[in-house]
């Protein structure tokens, strides 16, 4: 089993949809979590991390952290096709951790 | 402000060449990283430095060399390239180790081994 799941998608959404992309993982030791966004042909840049459980806002996104499932989520309100890209999940055990990633999950926003 | 930069862009090598993945940083940044990305495999750690002439072994290091003599750079070297070293490298560098510290990406290299 490994140790970070993440549906490898493609996901294709209108322009205007809520988008929800998931991640699930087994290590409970697991404590930041993150979102990373990544263009075609582009390196990851770091979109949100969360500490812990609970929930974290950035304009149209918002991250939410479930410990106790092993669930983490990232939601896209008002999908826009500059939005279409791989969104990788991230975790790792402290801030000196090697970062897990998941497989990423390949959106595509249509006009 | 060039950022992470890496070269080359993209390669093909035969099987048992060798070639070394540069990368290097103009941010002072103290912490580098090497990943390989595969299709539908995310990031994988193969190397990374804490500082220079610090390394240490990541998630996937067989087949793989690094070595850190300044903060700026931090080479990737391949010995006796396989097929299943055909893959995307990415070098990253972070200023600490702090989650809340982005690491910031290089563009790739594509690498195949035929």
């Known amino acids: 089993q490994k140790e970070v799941e993440q549906d490898p998608g493609p996901l294709s959404v209108p322009e205007g949809a809520i988008v929800s992309l998931n991640c699930t993982y087994s290590?409970?030791?697991?404590?930041?979590f993150m979102w990373y966004r990544q263009y075609s042909r582009k390196g990851p840049e770091l979109l949100m991390y969360?500490?812990?459980?609970g929930n974290k806002e950035d304009g149209r996104f918002t991250a939410q952290v479930d410990k106790s499932s092993k669930y983490i989520s990232l939601f896209i309100r008002d999908s826009q096709p500059s939005d279409s890209a791989t969104y990788l999940c991230?975790?790792?055990?402290?801030?000196?951790?090697?970062?897990?990633f998941g497989q990423g999950t390949e959106l595509s926003v249509k006009p | 402000n060039a950022g992470v930069t890496q070269t080359p862009k993209f390669r093909i090598l035969k099987i048992g060449q060798s070639m070394t993945l540069q990368c290097t940083q103009d941010?002072?940044?103290?912490?580098m990283y090497w990943y390989r990305q595969d299709p539908g495999m995310g990031l994988k750690l193969i190397y990374y430095?804490?500082?220079?002439?610090?390394?240490d072994k990541g998630e996937v290091p067989n087949g793989y060399n690094v070595s850190r003599s300044t903060t700026e750079d931090f080479p990737l070297r391949l010995e006796l390239a396989a097929p299943s070293q055909t893959s995307v490298y990415f070098c990253?560098?972070?200023?600490?180790?702090?989650?809340?510290?982005?690491?910031?990406f290089g563009p790739g290299t594509r690498l195949l081994v035929l």
């Open positions: 430095s804490v500082g220079a002439g610090i390394t």
């Open positions: 941010m002072n940044h103290n912490y």
């Open positions: 290590n409970s030791a697991f404590q930041y």
């Open positions: 990253a560098s972070s200023a600490h180790d702090s989650i809340r510290e982005t690491q910031y």
């Open positions: 969360t500490y812990s459980s």
């Open positions: 991230a975790m790792c055990v402290n801030q000196g951790g090697k970062l897990i």
